[in-house]
């Protein structure tokens, strides 16, 4: 009876999750950039201090600047900051939220370096 119970609060979690979906076009990843300095900035204490934090809202600045330049709407980025925030609570709740604020931090610091590629 245990087990079941366990196997049915696995399934129901998973069900609850979605795959992340690769950007559709350069905008979507200049805005999901933007999203992920932004949720890092606001909610990731641990990613070292204050000029981190300045940083990562400089960057979350100009990625949005980009992205508006191509197009991006209100819209867009309220999915984007939906979609890299649910991909942070899926890493907390499966590893730890200090996980995800690591992934947050690094994703937002290599994506930044160059220009998304296939574009």
């Known amino acids: 009876m245990k087990t079941r119970a366990i ?12 795959t992340a979906q ?4 350069e905008m979507e990843v200049y805005a999901n950039r933007a999203a992920g300095a932004e949720i890092a900035a ?5 990613v070292g201090g204050y000029e981190q934090i300045q940083r990562l809202k400089k960057d979350g600045d100009e990625n949005r600047k980009k992205a508006k330049a191509l197009g991006a709407t209100r819209a867009d980025f309220q999915a984007a900051y939906n979609r890299v925030q649910q991909q942070a609570r899926s890493v907390a709740i499966w590893n730890s939220p200090a996980a995800a604020c690591q992934q947050l931090v690094a994703g937002v610091a290599w ?9």
């Open 7 to 18: 196997a049915v609060a696995l399934l129901l979690g998973l069900a609850g999750c979605q």
């Open 22 to 25: 690769m950007p559709q076009s």
């Open 42 to 46: 606001a909610s990731c204490p641990n």
């Open 111 to 119: 994506n930044g370096t160059s220009k998304p590629e296939g574009f």
